[in-house]
């Protein structure tokens, strides 16, 4: 709806048409890809045989149509698909990180294994809320546990990298979310999204600390699974 473009035409523009199903069952549904979709929904409307099935632009997963709207509906409605099969994004994925501020500054001390570097930190702060539409419980009130948090990266090359590509992360909505906390069991409470961060700075007490080599690396690949590559960190 942000992008004045119906659930429908969204995913018409990611699909390209399918002369004839093959004999399989769509992933989304269950269902043969040669009869009608399993979905049952509110807001389904009936699609001609011609359209009833779609296959993904670039990764080639087939899917019934009304099963993709269907997705579609049941996320954030940001203009953006995800193969559910292979996860490849269409569009510009977004997320629902309630509002708030993500600030940074280098502090002049080494993590441990970075001796050479000075160190990012960096500060994030959301306040407690009331839920949104793309929220799980939209009306009802999330809290906010542990704000200000604090984050590290070495201030070497790739650990500016890192932080360049979380900044556009953070304007896309994707290093938080409103859900259940799987370290309190709390719900509706911020909470990280896919994206790893060190929070312990000396030590590592808590497993989200120094010294860990695979760290950088891991949280590209983490942005990348969200859609954010070296090529988003440009501008
Ligand atoms: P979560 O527990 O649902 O976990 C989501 C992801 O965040 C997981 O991948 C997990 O590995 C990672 N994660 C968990 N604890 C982390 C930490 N301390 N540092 C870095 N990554 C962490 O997500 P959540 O509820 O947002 O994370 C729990 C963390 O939030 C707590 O450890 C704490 O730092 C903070 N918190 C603080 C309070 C407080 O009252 N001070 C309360 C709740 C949570
Ligand atoms: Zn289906
Ligand atoms: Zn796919």
């Not at 359209?51 to 080639?60: M, P, W």
């Not at 994206?195 to 891991?218: A, M, Q, R, W, Y």
Request: charged share 20%; with cysteine; aromatic share 8%.
């Amino acid at each position: 709806a942000r992008k004045g473009k119906t659930p429908e035409e969204v995913v018409k523009k990611y699909l390209q048409k399918v002369k004839s199903p093959p004999e399989e069952d769509c992933t989304i549904c269950m269902e043969p890809l040669g009869g009608p979709s399993g979905y049952k929904g509110p807001g389904v409307g009936p699609v001609s045989r011609a359209e009833s099935v779609g296959r993904l632009a670039q990764c080639g997963h087939q899917y019934h149509f009304q099963c993709l709207v269907a997705m579609y509906n049941n996320g954030n409605k940001d203009g953006s698909l995800q193969c559910p099969t292979c996860k490849t994004i269409y569009g510009v994925k977004t997320g629902n990180q309630p509002a708030g501020k993500m600030e940074y500054h280098v502090i002049p001390h080494s993590l441990p294994g970075h001796p050479d570097y000075k160190t990012i930190r960096i500060i994030y702060n959301i306040p407690p809320g009331i839920q949104g539409p793309e929220h799980p419980n939209p009306g009802k009130p999330f809290t906010a546990r542990g704000f200000p948090r604090h984050c590290y990266l070495p201030d070497s090359d790739k650990g500016r990298k890192v932080l360049r590509l979380l900044l556009v992360a953070w304007d896309r909505r994707l290093i938080f979310s409103v859900g259940t906390s799987s370290t309190t069991g709390e719900s509706d409470t911020v909470i990280w999204n896919e994206v790893h961060h060190k929070t312990e700075f000396g030590s590592n007490l808590t497993g989200h600390g120094f010294p860990d080599p695979g760290h950088l690396d891991n949280v590209l690949e983490e942005l990348r699974a969200q859609g954010i590559t070296e090529d988003d960190g440009l501008t």
